[in-house]
Nanobody, 122 residues
C-alpha cells in the first residue's frame, strides 16, 4: 500500500529526492514519516509530516538538509535530501501513522512501505 522509491547512488554533497506513493487507499488523513536503517544499526526516525502538510518533524542529524513535503491530491509524500553525507547511507522507509500527525516513535505507525536504498559515496 506504500511504496518508497527514488533511492540510488550519489556522491557526498549531492542531492536526491525520495518519493512515497500510496495505492489501494488514501493516506491524506494520516501523518507520514520517513525512517532509515543503516547496516548494523537500528531503524531511526528521519522526518515526519502531518495530514495537512504541517506539524513537521526532523531528526537533528538531517535538520537543515532534508525537507519533507506532501501532495494529498497525488497521494504522495516526498523527501528532498541535500548536502548528503556518507552517514546518510541507509535503506529508507516511509510509513503512515495511526493518527493525523507524525511521530518520532515508529510504533505509532501502522502501514510501512518497502524501503529504497540510498548510498552516498565519497
Amino acid at each position: 500500500q506504500l511504496q518508497a522509491f527514488g533511492g540510488g547512488l550519489v556522491q557526498a554533497g549531492g542531492s536526491l529526492r525520495l518519493s512515497c506513493a500510496a495505492s489501494g487507499r488514501t493516506f491524506s488523513n494520516n501523518g507520514v514519516g520517513w525512517f532509515r536503517q543503516a547496516p548494523g544499526k537500528d531503524r531511526e526516525f528521519v522526518a515526519g509530516i502531518g495530514w495537512n502538510g504541517g506539524y513537521l518533524l526532523y531528526a537533528d542529524s538531517v535538520k537543515g538538509r532534508f525537507t519533507i513535503s506532501r501532495d494529498n491530491a497525488a497521494n504522495m509524500v516526498r523527501l528532498d535530501m541535500n548536502s548528503l553525507k556518507l552517514e546518510d547511507t541507509a535503506l529508507y522507509y516511509c510509513a503512515a501513522s495511526r493518527t493525523a500527525v507524525a511521530s518520532r516513535d515508529q510504533h505509532t505507525y501502522r502501514y510501512w512501505g518497502q524501503g529504497t536504498l540510498v548510498t552516498v559515496s565519497s
